[in-house]
């Protein structure tokens, strides 16, 4: 049985563990076959960096930040969603996390459930996370030259993927990069890559 995450943050700033984490969206994913969807959002932790910039790039303000339900409410019910299609228990039964500039996403998830007292990070998903990114810059390679950045709206745009939403929203992000992801691996299927 195949069990992904497609999972996307938003955070206060570049750098866990110092940014605060203020929305985590996924799509489930068994067999593939869409399961079920959130969108998350909590508030900083005390003392979490707020880069003006990064407010700028999320469109949030301080105040706005601060009126978002506590982390550690938002961090139960994102363990609710995980506990209903993994077995923490049985070591075999994992996600594999699958994200834009995947090492980013997990490194933040990571430093923000350490910060909510949670344990056994492991035992939810495996290790590496699969990048989105990496894989499209392989498949991009050709019209690299042509795009004017890498970024994840300028690379769904070259491969004519859409998503309703906002850029920089969590929920929207993860459908694009939910959308990149079938797109190449029905690719890589069809060539006979993937079995």
Same mark, same amino acid.
């Given at each position: 049985?195949?069990?992904?995450?497609?999972?996307?943050?938003?955070?206060?700033?570049?750098?866990?563990?110092?940014?605060?984490?203020?929305?985590?969206?996924?799509?489930?994913?068994?067999?593939?076959?869409?399961?079920?969807?959130?969108?998350?959002?909590?508030?900083?932790?005390?003392?979490?960096?707020?880069?003006?910039?990064?407010?700028?790039?999320?469109?949030?303000?301080?105040?706005?930040?601060?009126?978002?339900?506590?982390?550690?409410?938002?961090?139960?019910?994102?363990?609710?969603?995980?506990?209903?299609?993994?077995?923490?228990?049985?070591?075999? @039964?994992?996600?594999?996390? !699958?994200?834009?500039? =995947?090492?980013?996403?997990?490194?933040? +998830? &990571? *430093?923000?459930? %350490? $910060?909510?007292?949670?344990?056994?990070?492991?035992?939810?998903?495996?290790?590496?996370?699969?990048?989105?990114?990496?894989?499209?810059?392989?498949?991009?390679?050709?019209?690299?030259?042509?795009?004017?950045?890498?970024?994840?709206?300028?690379?769904?745009?070259?491969?004519?993927?859409?998503?309703?939403?906002?850029?920089? @929203?969590?929920?929207?992000? !993860?459908?694009?990069? =939910?959308?990149?992801?079938?797109?190449? +691996? &029905? *690719?890589?299927? %069809? $060539?006979?890559?993937?079995?």
């Amino acid at each position: 049985m195949s069990k992904l995450l497609h999972l996307d943050v938003e955070t206060t700033g570049l750098y866990a563990p110092g940014a605060g984490l203020v929305q985590v969206a996924g799509i489930v994913e068994i067999d593939g076959e869409e399961v079920e969807t959130f969108d998350l959002r909590c508030r900083p932790f005390p003392g979490d960096l707020l880069n003006k910039d990064a407010l700028q790039i999320i469109g949030k303000t301080r105040e706005e930040l601060a009126a978002l339900p506590d982390p550690a409410d938002t961090f139960r019910e994102l363990l609710d969603v995980l506990d209903r299609h993994v077995d923490r228990f049985d070591k075999a @039964d994992k996600f594999f996390m !699958v994200a834009y500039n =995947a090492s980013f996403d997990n490194e933040h +998830l &990571r *430093a923000w459930w %350490k $910060k909510c007292g949670g344990e056994y990070f492991g035992a939810y998903f495996w290790t590496p996370p699969l990048c989105v990114m990496t894989l499209a810059g392989i498949a991009l390679r050709p019209s690299r030259p042509d795009l004017p950045n890498f970024k994840l709206a300028t690379v769904a745009q070259a491969m004519r993927i859409t998503a309703d939403g906002d850029p920089h @929203d969590a929920l929207t992000d !993860v459908r694009l990069s =939910a959308g990149i992801w079938r797109r190449l +691996l &029905r *690719a890589a299927e %069809k $060539k006979g890559i993937l079995r």
